[in-house]
């Protein structure tokens, strides 16, 4: 195809960017031939013109078409090349969020630096059985692959899991083994696939550190062999490391850590456990603190040391020797801060008493002298001495790190040995899984030793994955046949052989290191001269003479030869070693007595990045001299080739890990860095090798399917082989470009792009003209309804005018004569309103001023009155004020006379002279001072009350003269009162009658304007009641509001009811589910048990070595026509543990099934010794607990009255409160009764109601306290029936048990105190009982005498009877009764002689006197009613010409024969619907009822249920019997061959439904005739004479419920097995509508799926199974409510499946195929309307799938399309909608892709969800069954039982 072709204008191209690696660009103008250049516009709009190279003319990558960018796999791109590799990487990683993709047989993984829900077990299940490309990209999907293949061709596997550092590969890994774990199991209890699990922590914490790349980067390699056992489950692993990366021990960079267990040590230094270890903060010791970054954000080390303790123990490691290894390592931290000094320039020396030192030499044990001292010396040996030498500090240093790494290692070492050891197992290994994670290609600014071992290890891989992708690609050109030729690809060979060939690198490196003065400067130079003209892939850096340059697979690597021959060397003091191995400390000594040398100890490098592989051991068979000679070089190719050895002989599966980015953030990716990476670990390897051949590779279906829009009707012919053959040739003229296989289309790069270019064209060109034509018809359409619409709307609008034109002159000349009249009234009215408001105005001006003139003369008069006295106020003032002041002037002069005496008093006062006079004669006046005053106090008494006296007279006579005087003023005010009054009066009256003209006319203004009011109050009026209307409206709108309102309220109200009884029935759906998942489990662990056994017997029966056992649900015949019973158990039990114990002496050689023989022998006998010791405690325990009870009899006799008292104590107290109550009731009666006579208490007073409702109050209250006590009494005899029911069934060793499971003192004293108070108890009630037993037992005894003679009286009686005729019979028997009455009477009235008792007697006797009259009527009745049918019945015989026989009969004969007649088939129809059997018989009832009845045999022309109601037959004969040991049997036969038959014929779907339909229909016979009311409802009156008489079996009901509920769930699960293979390819990959899904090209591992195609299932294939599964239930028999749980089920599963295998896989999220979706979901609600299901909530089940589908198709851009996305997928999560949008794939160039904007809005707007963050639907999830009571209208006497059956032996009664 010319390139004129293709460079075309608007062909997209890639172009080189220095920033971006490739960035796209569009031509702007055709590309011709011999043009140097092209015009490209960048995708910014940017225009460039890109130069072609003079030289090559290669043109730009052509990009590929936008429906393949996000592809799966990268080999289905139609354009295979670097950048469109990294670009599909690119938008899967960035805009789908997808972190793998295929690339051939290589998955390459995107570490995202974010967790993501994809590791779960839901996705594990998904993934499990699954083809590798049917599901999306995914390490799970690498891990199942293998594990099938190892399976299918029994050949061992291996994944190779690489990348740099921080790459993720650690974590893959890690998942790869979860995914072993989860979908193999394990076959011992050891639990293996935890413990290969376990070993993570561990390994991580002894070999990962941080780096600047990586927080938790590993520092090794690891090749990890799963074990799988012959049932490909896990039995065990064993780890192989290399390159261990011990110079991190003593150096770390900056910003980088040690490894983690220092770490994790130091942060748990203040554990009591860990004090002696003398440990402290990291930054305290050298070996942790160079790296300045003893901390890593967001981990605990603390915590992750305790995670690693516990791997440890889980891996059986004890706590000893986990010490021991801490020990170990603190001792290397103390080493590490022995500080060296120098002592002179040749020697140096360690300062005495170091106490790091010291700590160092106490923790290992060893001396302080000597490890002092060959720190600092070395011993040098010749020929024939020995020397002693010192060294310089900067050695002296060395050898302590040397030191330091060697014991480092050796701990390493002794770690992975021992964490071997715990995933060993004895079981013989079938085959393994390999997983290796190693490191990827490394290169730095500075290359040394290391990354020199590392690139070299990854040459190997890379030569071995070479090989491996070009012998698939020669396979698969062989396996369809078409021409093979050589595809040219890179063969790493020569840089291999550069570097381990002989003369090689390696080679000249150890030569070198046997020289005795061999330096890198020397072996540089050997270099140069030997490979530097003779290899083209060695070179010489230009400016340095000692490094060198190697062209490797990835990119050239510059090594600085610098430390080379130091680090093969590796050499540790053997001196020093030898310190150690003389240590005191045994885990010390056990990690050198391995016998390793001095001299390369471990084969490890030395130095900064050193690394060492210590799974190679060295062999003990070699010399010392020869060891010593073994170069870390030398060793490292050896374990490289074991480690190529070991995967050649493996098939490989490879995933590269890439890292996006150097910061660690969340998917981000970094283009630069990628695309090192991909060219660094062999994906554009692989790539260059798939394009060199034909990459492309189509079905000739998928290519027919695709490209059909390119043929012409005549091109398609029958055979699409041919088709697609002529189609082609005709579209591609150079036939090089494809080839023709036996079942595929092989293209040649780029030519799948020239095919989707023309099929875009023919489908653009056929859109254009469809567009076209609708456009057309759509416009030609709109036009004629636009011309039709314009006429009618002019006709309307004329018509229009012309009305509006007639009806504006007919208003003009109404609108002329209104304006008229309307003019002359408001005239008129205006000046009426004129007239009468001149008057108004007039009136109210002459009154106004009138007014006033009257108010000024009275304002005049009234002043003058004011103003005197107003003067007669202020004269009165002034004289006051006056007064005022010449009485406070002789105040202030008194005041000042009085100070002038006081001062001379005072003076006179302080003087002697003065005080002497006083006291002059004081004594004396004081005695007459005395005697005075008494005598003034009594002149004084008797002055007081003549006063008194005085003072009454005095009185009461100014009292009658105050009187008096107030009386006459009285009479004088009212005389000066009436003579105003009168003057007053007078001109009053004057005033008035002028008032009165004046309000005269006022009046008629007022009257006036109340006239205008009234007007105006009526137009108000008139206006409110308009108002008053308004409000009425909307009061009722109100109303009806509120009405609706209640509506809305009530319904809120229904529907949170609704919703309520909803969430009941979830929860009790919940409690059903969880149930039945308990009895899912039981049954699991039954069948486990069955397993077990079996296998026992096998492994004892069987004598070849590595038999297999058999399968679980075979049997012999003679067990599988058994039950198993107790005693069968306990038997098989016995056999068991006599054929373990004669079997320790049969041959040792029985592989895997003796040893699993010896180890259940080993437990049984442990669990024997167990048993004996348990039995010997038990007979202790009875023995103490005698003695105790003997001893507490006492106390128990205390204990019990205190009971009674109390008991006592709280009946008194009830009783006095039922006093108390009724004393108030007795009250409110006659309270009642005294107030009835007065009327007060009527019914309906007041009165009464208070009393009637204290009454009911008082009567609740009495009934309240009567339930107490009632309740208090029944509970005190459940107690007592409980604690006899305790004592009767269980031993009284439970007892003594629990008591010693009890653990605190006060706890044991009061359980014994209540121990002996309950057998005290029980003992009490257990004689009471057994005395009233042996009372009953003797008195039934002689009912039962008396019954036996009484019966033997009858039957003689009977006999007498029989022989007499009817009539005489009757009295016969009536004289019999009256005489057995009698003799009845005669005896009691004897044996009671109370006149009581003979009274009830004779009631009792005329009782049944009656009874037998009515007996006797009744009889009467009968005969007379026999005689007629009699009667009759003779006149039919005579009618049939019977009667000659009439004329030599009596008439008795002619009686007596019919009756005989008669008799002969009533005896038929007294069938009372049972079967009798023997007891013998029943194992051949089961036999021939349940083990060998076939479903698809007899059971076909069988009724429904038949077997059901067999057994419900024999059942009922058993409880006619009373027989509870035959129905006990009965149904345990039953139910353990019904199980038997199930776990033998568990995956045939007709006999699990014949079973569950038989379970069932005996589950309702059992319910119908239990006897139980509620059961009874629907049964006829035989049937209920059918019910069970003896035995309630209401908790066989239940056992038998639990079986159907297993039952049921084997059905679902057998279902699922049989649907499980067609939902996918039924609902998701076939094309039920031809032509909508368009088939995309799929890449190499579609191809080369693990299991071949089977055939495509298609939808009909899905409806047909579920018309069969439907068609079978119904033959059967199955309830139609039960069937509907089945269908629902069914339904769940195919929604879920489908809806699953939607989310993991990208190529099925399209538009077309939403549309698929939906039709076949619309074909299954047709078929679920075709059988009337529709009601079963099937179709719910659904929802979530046609939600998707739904998601598929609708638009996805806009915020509103955003928000109907959310209210459209409420059945779906958040996770799962986000899902599909990033899945979302378009098939054709015209869908789009859906934005990152888009969906990061719907994320928001579902943001708000509560909801589980599961992806995956469960398919595992079985909805709880229920069993609603069916009765059967079918009679049992009816049944007829098949001779087929073989039941000949059953009797019917």
């Not at 007697?1401 to 009656?1410: P, Q």
Request: net charge positive; charged share 30%.
């Amino acid at each position: 195809m010319a390139a004129s072709e293709l460079y075309t204008k608007l062909a997209r191209v890639w172009i080189p960017d220095a920033e971006e690696v490739w960035k796209s660009a569009a031509l702007t103008k055709n590309y011709e031939d011999g043009d140097g250049s092209l015009q490209l516009a960048l995708e910014d709009g940017t225009n460039l013109e890109h130069k072609l190279d003079p030289k090559t003319k290669n043109l730009p990558y052509l990009r590929n078409p936008d429906i393949l960018v996000g592809e799966n796999d990268l080999t289905a791109l139609s354009y295979l090349h670097e950048p469109a590799v990294l670009h599909n990487l690119k938008v899967r990683f960035i805009d789908s969020k997808l972190i793998y993709t295929y690339c051939g047989i290589v998955l390459v993984a995107i570490n995202p630096y974010e967790s993501l829900p994809i590791y779960g077990s839901d996705i594990i299940n998904a993934y499990s059985g699954q083809n590798m490309g049917d599901m999306d990209p995914h390490i799970f999907a690498v891990a199942e692959e293998a594990y099938k293949q190892m399976a299918r061709d029994e050949r061992n596997q291996s994944i190779i899991v690489s990348g740099e550092s921080g790459a993720g590969k650690t974590v893959s890994a890690k998942y790869a083994m979860r995914y072993f774990a989860t979908v193999s199991g394990t076959t011992s209890e050891a639990n293996v696939e935890q413990k290969v699990l376990a070993s993570n922590p561990i390994m991580e914490a002894i070999g990962n550190a941080k780096t600047t790349r990586n927080d938790n980067s590993s520092r090794f390699g690891k090749y990890i062999e799963i074990g799988f056992d012959p049932r490909y489950r896990i039995i065990g692993a064993n780890m192989r490391t290399y390159l261990l990366e011990k110079s991190r021990v003593v150096f770390q960079a900056d910003e980088e850590r040690n490894y983690h267990i220092f770490y994790q040590l130091c942060a748990s230094a203040h554990l009591p456990e860990l004090k002696d270890l003398r440990l402290g903060s990291a930054n305290d010791f050298l070996y942790t603190r160079q790296g300045r970054s003893p901390v890593i954000e967001g981990v605990d080390d603390t915590k992750e040391l305790s995670t690693t303790r516990h791997a440890f123990t889980l891996l059986g490691v004890n706590e000893s020797y986990q010490m021991g290894l801490f020990q170990v390592l603190a001792a290397i931290l103390h080493l590490g801060n022995v500080e060296v000094k120098d002592r002179d320039s040749d020697s140096s020396v360690i300062p005495p008493n170091n106490s790091h030192l010291t700590a160092f030499c106490e923790l290992v044990g060893v001396s302080y002298q000597d490890m002092s001292h060959w720190l600092c010396h070395r011993k040098l040996r010749t020929a024939t001495e020995t020397y002693i030498k010192t060294v310089p500090r900067l050695q002296a240093v060395n050898a302590r790190d040397a030191l330091a790494k060697h014991v480092y290692a050796k701990l390493f070492s002794w770690i992975v040995e021992h964490v071997n050891k715990a995933l060993v197992t004895n079981i013989k290994q079938r085959s393994f899984i390999g997983v290796l994670d190693i490191y990827g290609f490394e290169t730095f600014e500075i290359n040394s030793f290391e990354q020199f071992c590392i690139n070299y290890a990854n040459e190997k891989l890379q030569q071995q994955f070479n090989m491996h992708v070009f012998k698939l690609e020669q396979e698969e050109y062989m396996r369809e046949e078409i021409p093979w030729t050589l595809i040219d690809f890179y063969d790493n060979q020569p840089c291999i052989n550069l570097i381990e060939a002989k003369m090689g690198v390696l080679d000249l490196l150890d030569e070198e290191c046997k020289m005795p003065k061999g330096s890198d400067e020397s072996w540089a130079q050997k270099l140069y001269n030997t490979h530097l003209k003779t290899c083209s892939l060695f070179q010489k850096p230009r400016l340095s003479n000692r490094a060198f340059i190697i062209q490797h697979f990835a990119d050239k690597v510059e090594y600085q030869c610098e430390g080379f021959l130091e680090k093969n060397k590796d050499t540790v003091n053997e001196e020093q070693i030898n310190v150690l191995k003389a240590s005191k400390f045994p885990l010390l000594v056990e990690l050198f007595q391995d016998g390793e040398k001095a001299v390369s100890p471990t084969g490890q490098p030395q130095g900064a990045g050193g690394r060492t592989r210590l799974s190679v051991k060295p062999d003990k068979g070699r010399t010392s001299s020869r060891e010593h000679k073994k170069t870390v070089g030398c060793q490292f190719r050896n374990s490289l080739q074991m480690l190529m050895d070991t995967l050649n002989a493996t098939t490989p599966h490879y995933v590269r890990c890439i890292k996006p980015n150097d910061f660690k953030l969340a998917f981000s990716f970094d283009p630069m860095r990628a695309v090192q990476q991909l060219r660094a670990c062999g994906v554009l390897e692989t790539i260059r090798i798939s394009a060199a051949g034909f990459p492309s590779r189509w079905t000739y279906q998928e290519f027919y399917s695709r490209y059909r829009v390119l043929m012409k009707q005549k091109d398609v012919l029958q055979d699409k082989r041919l088709t697609c053959r002529n189609v082609l040739e005709f579209l591609v003229q150079d036939q090089d470009k494809y080839q023709f296989g036996k079942t595929k289309i092989f293209f040649r790069a780029g030519q799948v792009a020239y095919l989707e270019k023309l099929r875009s064209d023919k489908l653009r060109v056929a859109c254009v003209r469809i567009q076209k034509t609708i456009r057309c018809w759509l416009a030609r359409k709109k036009f004629l309804r636009q011309r039709r619409s314009a006429i009618t709307i002019q006709r309307f609008t004329r018509g229009f005018q012309a009305r509006c034109l007639a009806k504006f002159m007919r208003r003009t000349s109404a609108a002329t004569t209104i304006q008229k009249y309307q003019r002359m009234c408001v005239a008129r009215r205006r000046y009426r309103q004129k007239q009468a408001a001149a008057l108004a105005m007039q009136t109210i001006l002459r009154a106004y001023m009138a007014r006033q003139k009257y108010r000024t003369l009275l304002r005049e008069s009234k002043a003058v009155v004011i103003q005197k006295h107003a003067r007669g106020l202020l004269a009165r003032r002034r004289f006051k004020r006056c007064l005022r002041a010449i009485v406070y002037l002789q105040c202030c002069l008194r005041r000042m006379r009085a100070r002038w005496e006081l001062k001379k008093l005072k003076i006179e006062a302080r003087s002697v002279e003065h005080f002497k006079k006083l006291n002059i004669g004081m004594e004396n006046k004081i005695m007459q001072l005395q005697r005075r005053i008494d005598e003034q106090n009594n002149n004084h008494r008797a002055t007081v009350d003549k006063l008194a006296t005085l003072e009454a007279g005095h009185a009461a006579d100014s009292e009658r003269m105050r009187v008096e005087v107030t009386r006459l003023r009285g009479v004088e005010e009212d005389a000066r009162n009436n003579a105003n009054r009168a003057n007053s009066l007078q001109g009053e009256l004057e005033r008035l009658k002028k008032e009165l003209a004046t309000t005269q006319k006022e009046k008629k203004t007022i009257e006036d304007w109340a006239t205008k009011y009234r007007d105006e109050m009526e137009k108000m009026v008139s206006e409110l009641k308009s108002q008053n209307g308004l409000l009425k409206s909307e009061k009722d709108d109100l109303n009806r509001m509120i009405q609706e309102q209640r509506q809305q309220m009530t319904e809120q109200m229904a529907r949170a009811i609704a919703e309520e009884t909803q969430q009941l029935e979830t929860d009790l759906n919940e409690e059903r589910s969880r149930y039945q998942n308990l009895l899912t489990e039981h049954l699991r662990l039954e069948e486990k048990h069955d397993d077990l056994k079996e296998e026992m017997a096998l492994s004892s029966n069987t004598s070849r070595p590595g038999h297999r056992r058999t399968d679980s649900t075979h049997s012999s015949n003679e067990s599988e026509y058994t039950y198993n019973s107790e005693y069968a158990e306990v038997d098989e039990g016995s056999r068991v543990s006599e054929v373990d114990g004669g079997r320790a002496h049969m041959d040792s050689g029985r592989g895997m099934d003796t040893n699993l023989t010896l180890k259940l022998q080993k437990r049984l006998g442990e669990l024997e010794q167990d048993k004996q010791q348990l039995r010997d405690e038990l007979e202790n325990k009875e023995e103490l607990f005698q003695r105790a009870r003997a001893r507490d009899d006492v106390e128990h006799k205390k204990a019990r009255g205190a009971e009674l008292e109390y008991e006592s104590l709280k009946r008194q107290e009830l009783e006095s409160e039922n006093k108390k109550l009724k004393h108030n009731l007795a009250e409110m009666r006659q309270s009642l009764l005294g107030n009835q006579a007065t009327g007060a208490g009527a019914p309906g007073s007041p009165a009464y109601k208070v009393l009637l409702d204290q009454l009911n109050s008082s009567s609740e209250e009495l009934d309240v306290r009567k339930e107490e006590v009632l309740i208090l009494r029944s509970q005190l005899v459940s107690q007592k029936e409980a604690t006899h029911h305790k004592e009767t069934m269980t031993e009284p060793t439970h007892h003594v048990v629990d008591v010693s499971k009890l653990k605190d003192t006060d706890e044991i004293k009061q359980a014994y105190v209540g121990l002996k108070d309950t057998n005290r108890l029980l003992e009490s009630q257990l004689q009471a009982q057994r005395r009233s037993y042996d009372n009953e037992t003797e008195g039934l005894r002689s009912e039962l005498q008396n019954v036996k003679e009484e019966n033997n009286r009858q039957q003689q009686l009977l006999a007498q009877n029989l022989q007499l005729p009817p009539e005489a019979r009757i009295e016969a028997s009536l004289q019999h009764e009256i005489t057995r009455l009698t003799n009845e009477n005669l005896e009691i009235l004897t044996d009671n002689q109370d006149p009581t008792a003979s009274r009830e007697a004779r009631v009792t006797i005329l009782r049944r006197m009656v009874d037998l009259m009515e007996q006797l009527e009744k009889q009467d009745k009968t005969i007379r009613k026999l005689k007629k049918q009699l009667k009759v019945y003779s006149k039919r015989i005579g009618e049939m010409g019977v009667g000659q026989t009439e004329g030599q009969t009596s008439p008795g004969q002619m009686v007596d024969e019919p009756v005989r007649a008669v008799s002969i088939p009533r005896r038929e129809k007294d069938f009372q619907g049972m079967l009798e059997y023997k007891r013998q018989d029943e194992l051949k009832l089961v036999k021939n009822l349940i083990l060998e009845l076939k479903p698809r045999g007899v059971a076909v022309n069988l009724i429904p249920g038949l077997p059901a109601y067999i057994l419900f037959m024999c059942l009922r004969h058993a409880d006619y019997v009373n027989d509870d040991e035959k129905v006990r049997t009965l149904l345990a036969s039953t139910i353990n061959c019904i199980k038997k038959i199930l776990k033998k014929r568990g995956d045939d779907f007709e006999t699990v439904s014949f079973w569950l339909a038989n379970t069932c229909r005996f589950l309702h016979c059992l319910k119908q005739y239990s006897g139980d009311e509620v059961f009874m409802k629907h049964n006829s009156a035989r049937q209920n004479e059918h019910c069970l008489s003896n035995f309630d079996l209401a908790e066989y009901r239940q056992v038998i419920s639990d079986l159907a509920i297993q039952i049921y769930q084997q059905l679902i699960k057998c279902m699922e097995n049989i649907l499980q293979a067609m939902i996918v390819s039924g609902m998701l990959e076939h094309e039920t509508i031809q032509g909508v899904s368009g088939v995309k090209p799929t890449g190499l591992r579609k191809r080369t799926s693990s299991i071949a195609d089977e055939g495509m299932y298609t939808l009909e294939s899905i409806l047909r199974q579920l018309g069969a599964f439907h068609s079978t239930m119904c033959q059967h028999g199955t309830d139609p409510e039960l069937i509907k749980q089945v269908v629902k089920q069914q339904f769940y599963i195919i929604g879920a499946v489908t809806l699953n295998n939607l989310l993991l896989r990208k190529d099925m999220c399209s538009w077309s195929k939403g549309m698929q979706i939906r039709y076949n979901v619309s074909q299954l609600e047709e078929w679920l309307r075709d059988k009337n299901l529709m009601a079963c909530g099937a179709k719910e089940t659904l929802e979530p799938l046609i939600q998707a589908a739904q998601l598929l198709q609708v638009k996805k851009k806009t915020d509103e399309d955003a928000e109907a996305i959310c209210s459209m997928c409420h059945a779906l999560t958040t996770a799962q909608i986000v899902k599909v949008l990033n899945l979302y794939t378009p098939v054709n160039e015209f869908e789009e892709r859906v934005s990152v904007s888009f969906i990061r809005t719907i994320q928001t707007r579902l943001r708000g969800r509560c909801e589980s963050p599961q992806l995956l639907m469960d398919t595992k999830v079985i909805y709880p069954v229920t069993f609603p009571f069916n009765p059967s209208a079918l009679a049992l006497e009816t049944i007829q039982i098949p001779s087929s059956l073989n039941l000949g032996f059953l009797v019917r009664v």
